[in-house]
């Protein structure tokens, strides 16, 4: 099979397309199917496995990429994770902790989720990575509940624009910092209530003044650093913050004694690692809770731009502009 892999670490020039073995057809009792791939999703994670800064989970695949969609070639279909009914032929899109970037990819059954009605093979490999991580960590972790607010740290990037259609889908009003004036035009086109350039605004001033002082309810964070101060003050009482990378710096200085007195809570998640059971229920809850809202077309994936599988690295270097607004995607 064509794959792309990393020969070493550093720059995108190092991800290299070549072949490999096909993989074998997993055994009855792995929990496992093998998929043909038509479509991967890039993720800022393979940027970062990319150059040495996210080790590959134990017994996963050292090829990139976390999430494709395809079709079920075979496999343990008749494991108890086979919560779908899934078959031979069906059009699946997987989570995966490796070997996205590849013609053939095996995925546990448990985290296969079937193609939307009316989906392509393109936007159904653009869901599972952000839709199991918005939902997971704002539904999930962050307990957003009917009538609350969500404040979303880079509203233009793939777990943004995820995070804004879903939470909109549900009737949430949703706050975004993007870095362009065009970015945060993007988002407002994409549903967002408020969009703030964090490079020409405040965002804790404009939360406040958005929300008549009392702040958004939960906060999804990929920078912390200096940031976590600022994201307490904009909290409202009995507020999250749920954070799910640290691209800001990994310290943070913060007053405590606001964390107490207003109750506040401040977690956050890595989704890779954790137990395919994990992952199961969250492929459950997608399917009864998002899935439907897809069926009748009222939420789709936002692809900004898609490349071959041997043009991975252009794939990544885009992905590390930022420049994008949505999901890029490579086409198998």
Request: some cysteine; hydrophobic content about 40%.
């Amino acid at each position: 099979m064509r794959v792309v892999e990393i020969r070493e670490f550093g720059a995108p020039e190092v991800l290299i397309p070549t072949t490999r073995p096909d993989p074998a057809l997993p055994s009855a009792g792995s929990g496992e199917i093998l998929i043909k791939v038509l479509a991967a999703g890039i993720n800022r994670p393979d940027v970062l496995q990319r150059k040495g800064h996210y080790p590959v989970p134990a017994g996963a695949s050292d090829i990139p990429g976390l999430e494709v969609a395809g079709e079920i070639i075979g496999g343990d279909l008749a494991h108890a994770d086979n919560q779908f009914g899934l078959k031979v032929g069906d059009k699946v899109c997987a989570l995966v902790q490796g070997g996205g970037y590849a013609e053939l990819c095996l995925a546990p059954i448990a985290q296969c989720l079937p193609y939307p009605t009316g989906f392509t093979d393109l936007e159904a490999a653009a869901l599972p990575e952000t839709f199991f991580t918005v939902w997971s960590n704002v539904f999930m972790r962050g307990e957003l509940a009917p009538g609350e607010t969500l404040l979303v740290q880079g509203g233009s990037s793939g777990i943004g624009v995820t995070a804004i259609l879903i939470a909109k889908a549900l009737g949430h009003r949703v706050f975004v910092t993007a870095g362009t004036d065009e970015k945060c035009a993007a988002c407002i086109q994409l549903g967002a209530d408020l969009a703030i350039n964090y490079k020409t605004q405040d965002f804790v001033e404009e939360v406040k003044k958005a929300t008549d002082g009392k702040g958004v309810n939960v906060i999804l964070d990929m920078v912390t650093g200096t940031y976590l101060q600022r994201e307490i003050d904009c909290l409202a009482d009995d507020g999250r913050i749920v954070i799910i990378a640290i691209m800001g710096g990994s310290k943070s200085e913060v007053n405590t004694g606001q964390i107490l007195r207003r109750r506040l809570t401040i977690t956050g998640s890595t989704l890779r690692p954790r137990p395919v059971s994990f992952k199961r229920e969250i492929a459950k809850q997608l399917f009864e809770r998002v899935w439907p809202i897809m069926n009748q077309g009222a939420l789709k994936p936002v692809i900004y731009k898609t490349f071959s599988l041997d043009q991975a690295s252009e794939a990544q270097r885009l992905m590390e502009s930022s420049e994008h607004v949505g999901k890029i995607v490579l086409t198998v």
